[in-house]
C-alpha cells in the first residue's frame, strides 16, 4: 500500500458547494476510485485550503482504468469547475506530499 497526500485550495466563497459535491459524489465515480485502487479517501479544509489523503494498494493499470472510464472522470471533473485548484509541479500534475513520519 501506498500513501498519498496533496494540497489544494477552493475558490473564495465555494467551499459549501465543493463539499456538497463530494458529499452527493456519484456512485459511479466513487466505483472508480475503488476500481484504480484508492482506498481510505479524505479531503480536509482550514479556511480556503485543502488537503488531501488516500491510500493507495494497486492495481498497477490504474490509467488504464481511468482511461476505459473516461465519461465517469471527465463528467465529475465538468462538476467541479471552478470551485477549486491544486498545487502543480512544473509538469502540470498535482504535488504530492512526501511522507516523513508515520505511526500505527
Keep these: 500500500m501506498e500513501r498519498f497526500c496533496w494540497k489544494g485550495h477552493v475558490n473564495p466563497g465555494k467551499l459549501e458547494e ?6 452527493a459524489m456519484c456512485r459511479q465515480m466513487e466505483e472508480l476510485m475503488r476500481a484504480a485502487g484508492m482506498r481510505n479517501y479524505s479531503i480536509w479544509a482550514n479556511g480556503e485550503d485543502t488537503i488531501g489523503y488516500y491510500e493507495y494498494l494497486g492495481p498497477e493499470r490504474k490509467a488504464e482504468v481511468y482511461e476505459q ?15 477549486s485548484g491544486m498545487d502543480l509541479d512544473e509538469d502540470g500534475k498535482p504535488k504530492v506530499w512526501k511522507m516523513i513520519w508515520l505511526m500505527e
Design 18 to 23: 465543493y463539499a456538497a459535491k463530494h458529499n
Design 69 to 83: 472510464h473516461r465519461d465517469i472522470l471527465d463528467a465529475w471533473n465538468k462538476n467541479m469547475e471552478g470551485l
